[in-house]
């Protein structure tokens, strides 16, 4: 009816030609912060907690411990949250990070007993290879997702496979050890007592922290997340941007499956595929929302932080190995049901 | 024209929402073997009148005698039972499904095993289109057949259910003229079989055609019923739109007079664009410090012309050119570049409202305020300066876009394409669902813009917002340019004949 919608019209101006008034202002502030404030004292309590539980957990070492233990996982959560904050998903990224660690193995000179038909070269060319390797695979998803027009789950879904074959080929089956020196210095040494592997995590961290709260393309995916129509009727390139993500994620998966294999010792066959639910579950965990345009890399840090507190505490106090996986599993439901509860009251906030 | 009682009778129904009456004593009788033309602007009230029949809408006063007895409808279902039912302008069909399974949609034939007996319903469906006249294979998949024969398959379906009563709105928008023949053969043997059905059409022509009584509505009011046979279109668009008598301030039921146009060269140039059933051969060019109103019904391919000029569909045919140059416009992204703005229907799909005002107004022009890096605070500035000279309240840029009003976000919508003018500007119902107030703000911005030279094209199926901003007028009717007033006198009249 153009009567009453042009009567609500008038109703809404009046209510809001004057400044919103103030306890309106302070509860949609805490609904917005709800999305980062949970998480965080989430954090909190596991932290507290772990710290009464066992003596061991609150130690300096510790810290040092959980620092490591998530550095493989926060790399590759950088390019995720990208893609998450697009409203779209990528279930490639751990068989990308295998598949790029299997290459710069592949491509460097192994022991003899490594019964590998590789094709050794000098680490720069090995390591430019594997990048260009994960980058390619990125873009297949890119085209993929924007040009063919495959819904992101299920082209990654394949790519996933695909990935997964090219590492199977390369290595069947055998296990490699060596990757070039500046690979191997990044993932396994230490500078000054911290090691590389957590300040590679940490400039990677902050380097997609910049790119999306001060760029343009940072803005650009979150505005897009946010609402696909309008950024494309506001003349925005979207499907360049999904695109974008797309390769982004491939590549940061890349880096932490080099420095992963680096880390480990060795590269091998499905090393990295608990890496794809703990990226997934850091990046949601945080706060970020699978809806797309809220969220970012601090919400990415909190959640690294409350799955690697969660896995490294289980350890600290005496439980039953096999009951851990069952409690990860209940915090990543725990963490999407206040996802999906934030998302809803945002929807229901005053428009 | 058929005698006989009337199967359904109402008698002074008033409705009204939220203290706005749509429907103010109206009477209203349906004979068995009629077919009933329904004429009235939006929002006159024959869609509130149509869902009270259809039991949408259970909560009026007045009247309901159906088959002589008085009755109460409490939702669509009850109406269903009793043998009403309507068919929408957008069709309620199952593209991936066959016709049969269209035609007995939620009533297959169950055998003893409780498995779809599939012949008997391929076969039991083939028999009631036959009986309709129409020729389709039962087993075709339903999104296969044109538009004009889904609707077909849609009406066998609500007469299959039992229906006695058909309400059809708006069922030629989308025919062409030999589907509409079609459809009208269809209608004409349901009013031999002593069905009823009501016609709900802006097509007054069609109504014509094939309608034994037309009712004419307005404001809310009954105010015309008359034989098809003893009327004719100018009486009926005279009935509609209401001669003098102090209606509303504004009606333009008076001439309007359209100035000449400038000698400039076109800035925005389409030629002979095709796309599908929606546009059909539409050229129409516009120059700078001008706007051109395109004037068309809902489904007259206004809609999707505004999507091709600004790059979001794809035409099957012709050209189009922006200051003389031929572009191919691949996304909307190339259609900004190539200095085209649109401003879509609806504020939901051009506006981000979790986002502060300011980010708003700037996603359009990131590219010319920034390189890599963000500048917030000169997007904030330019921000600050729309906000001050579109009167946007509250004028606070760091606000969300979601607690501003409707009428405000409209203007942060318009503010975004306005720090660097577009050579052309595309508007598309941009007084829709506005008070006064801002209708008048709207077109103030709209005449500042024209004066400062750019090109504006006003797309409305509201025959006044044409009629008050456009300097000329294209008719769009079923996907094609019918007529083109220019430097000529028009009025709302003469808008209506020829759409």
């Known amino acids: ?351 | 024209m058929p005698q006989g009682a009337p199967v359904l009778e109402l008698h002074g129904i008033t409705k009204s929402f939220g203290g706005v009456e749509a429907l103010r004593g109206v009477d209203f009788a349906l004979r068995a073997g009629e077919i009933h033309g329904l004429v009235g602007e939006n929002g006159a009230g024959k869609s509130t009148l149509m869902k009270i029949i259809a039991g949408t809408h259970a909560d009026f006063s007045g009247r309901f005698m159906l088959d002589g007895c008085e009755t109460r409808f409490r939702s669509s279902r009850d109406a269903i039972g009793a043998g009403i039912a309507m068919v929408h302008q957008e069709l309620s069909v199952a593209p991936d499904l066959s016709v049969a399974e269209n035609v007995f949609l939620g009533t297959q034939p169950i055998g003893r095993l409780g498995l779809v007996q599939w012949r008997r319903m391929t076969r039991e469906a083939g028999e009631q289109l036959a009986r309709l006249g129409v020729d389709i294979d039962p087993r075709q998949r339903m999104g296969d057949l044109p538009i004009g024969l889904q609707q077909l398959v849609e009406i066998t379906r609500v007469l299959f259910s039992g229906a006695r009563i058909v309400i059809l709105d708006e069922p030629t928008s989308a025919l062409s003229p030999p589907e509409v023949e079609r459809l009208f053969g269809v209608l004409r043997r349901l009013r031999q079989e002593g069905r009823s059905m009501v016609f709900i059409s802006h097509f007054i022509d069609d109504i014509l055609r094939v309608s034994d009584v037309v009712t004419v509505f307005r404001n809310g009011r009954k105010v015309a019923e008359m034989p098809a046979a003893s009327t004719d279109k100018g009486q009926l668009i005279h009935a509609m739109i209401g001669r003098g008598g102090g209606e509303l301030e504004e009606s333009y039921t008076h001439d309007i007079v359209l100035p000449r146009p400038t000698a400039e060269p076109p800035v925005l140039r389409v030629a002979r664009l095709a796309l599908g059933r929606s546009l059909r051969d539409v050229s129409l060019d516009v120059r700078p410090g001008e706007v051109l109103g395109v004037y068309g019904f809902m489904g007259s391919g206004q809609l999707d012309l505004a999507r091709v000029l600004f790059g979001k569909l794809k035409p099957e045919r012709g050209e189009l050119a922006v200051g003389g140059r031929t572009v191919r416009l691949r996304s909307t992204a190339s259609a900004r570049r190539a200095g085209i703005a649109y401003v879509p229907e609806s504020r939901r799909s051009m506006l981000f409202h979790q986002e502060p005002i300011y980010k708003n107004v700037s996603i359009s022009i990131l590219d010319r305020i920034s390189s890599v890096l963000l500048r917030p605070s000169r997007e904030r500035a330019i921000a600050q300066r729309q906000v001050q000279q579109l009167q946007i309240r509250p004028p606070r840029v760091e606000l969300d876009l979601g607690m501003l009003s409707g009428g405000n976000q409209q203007k942060v919508g318009l503010a975004k394409w306005l720090t660097y003018p577009p050579k052309v500007l595309i508007l598309c119902e941009p007084t829709r669902g506005m008070d006064v107030g801002a209708k008048t703000d709207v077109a103030n911005i709209i005449r500042e813009l024209r004066s400062r030279g750019l090109a504006i094209i006003v797309l409305s199926t509201e025959p006044e917002t044409v009629l008050s901003l456009a300097d000329r007028i294209v008719v769009l009717k079923r996907g094609m340019v019918v007529r083109e007033f220019v430097d000529e006198t028009v009025s709302k009249d003469r808008l209506l004949q020829v759409a």
Not at chain 1, 77 to 105: K, R, W
Not at chain 1, 143 to 156: A, D, K, N, Q, W
Not at chain 1, 162 to 177: E, F, K, N, P, W
Not at chain 1, 336 to 343: D, G
């Open chain 1, 1 to 351: 009816m153009k009567r009453t919608a042009a009567d609500e019209a008038a109703a809404d101006g009046a209510a809001a030609d004057g400044a919103p008034t103030q306890p309106n202002w302070a509860g949609a502030l805490l609904r917005a912060q709800m999305r980062n404030l949970a998480p965080f004292l989430t954090l909190i309590f596991l932290v507290v907690f772990f710290a009464i539980a066992s003596p061991s957990f609150a130690t300096f070492d510790n810290v040092g411990n959980i620092l490591t233990q998530v550095s493989v996982t926060g790399i590759i959560a950088v390019g995720l949250t990208f893609v998450i904050l697009c409203a779209e998903i990528d279930l490639s990224i751990a068989s990308v990070a295998n598949v790029t660690g299997i290459a710069v193995a592949y491509f460097t000179l192994q022991e003899s007993y490594v019964n590998i038909a590789n094709v050794p070269l000098p680490g720069w060319a090995a390591i430019l290879l594997s990048l260009a390797l994960c980058a390619f695979l990125g873009l297949v998803n890119a085209v993929g997702l924007t040009v063919i027009g495959i819904p992101s789950f299920i082209m990654t879904l394949a790519m996933m496979q695909i990935a997964a074959g090219i590492s199977a080929l390369l290595v069947r089956g055998q296990i490699a050890y060596k990757v070039p020196e500046l690979v191997s210095t990044l993932g396994s040494a230490s500078v000054a007592g911290i090691p590389w592997i957590v300040i590679v995590a940490a400039v990677m961290l902050l380097g997609g922290h910049i790119v999306l709260t001060y760029t343009r393309f940072g803005r650009y995916v979150y505005m897009v997340g946010g609402n696909r129509e309008a950024a494309e009727y506001s003349g925005l390139n979207v499907k360049l941007i999904l695109g974008s993500v797309m390769v982004i994620a491939a590549v940061c998966a890349g880096i932490g499956g080099m420095l992963g294999v680096a880390h480990f010792g060795s590269a091998q066959q499905n090393e990295f595929d608990t890496y794809l639910l703990d990226s997934i579950a850091a990046v949601v965990v945080g706060g970020t929302s699978l809806f797309g345009g809220r969220g970012g890399i601090g919400n990415t840090i909190v959640g690294l932080f409350v799955l690697g507190v969660l896995n490294n505490g289980l350890d600290h106090v005496d439980i039953d190995s096999f009951l851990k996986i069952l409690i990860r599993g209940l915090i990543l439901l725990a963490a999407l049901i206040i996802n999906v509860y934030a998302q809803r009251l945002r929807a229901t906030a005053p428009e």
